[in-house]
């Protein structure tokens, strides 16, 4: 499956290290949400769904996780281990994300507010959904 990774620009100078986020610049869409997860508990999965329209980047500027992505037909696994590096989630993909080292803050931009209906957290459910059968 096609992964699209993001590579942001580092403003470094003596000081350290500043990466810049805008809507529809480098991120490919009106950003509605930002939030961000910390303090995993090891050996946690957390995802463990999909969207029906949300689009997501993920990004880990502290620290370190995997993330498992899912279109139905295929899996892709990509570590995100670098402030610099964001990953694009398109809506219809299971993402699962693990293996978080104890420092590690995951931030997700997303296209839009909460919603629970546009969730699918139920991997039959997604296969149905994505592929228009149970396997
Ligand atoms: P949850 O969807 O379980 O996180 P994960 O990405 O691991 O599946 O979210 C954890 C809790 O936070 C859950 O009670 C819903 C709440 N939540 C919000 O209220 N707003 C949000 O934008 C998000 C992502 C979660």
Redesign the pocket.
């Given at each position: 499956m096609n992964i699209t990774m993001m590579q942001f620009q580092k403003h470094g100078d003596d000081r350290g290290a500043l990466v810049v986020l805008e809507e529809n610049k480098n991120i490919p869409f009106e950003v509605k949400?930002v939030?961000y997860m910390y303090d995993t508990t090891p050996g946690e999965i957390?995802?463990?769904?999909a969207h029906k329209k949300l689009k997501q980047v993920l990004c880990c500027p502290c620290g370190a996780c995997t993330i498992k992505l899912d279109d139905g037909k295929e899996k892709a696994y990509v570590r995100l281990d670098d402030p610099t590096e964001g990953l694009i989630v398109e809506a219809n993909i299971w993402r699962e994300m693990y293996d978080f080292t104890p420092n590690a803050v995951l931030m997700v931009l997303a296209s839009d507010y909460?919603d629970e209906s546009d969730y699918i957290r139920n991997y039959e459910e997604f296969l149905e959904h994505v592929n228009g059968e149970k396997s």
């Open positions: 949400r939030y957390r995802g463990k769904h909460y």
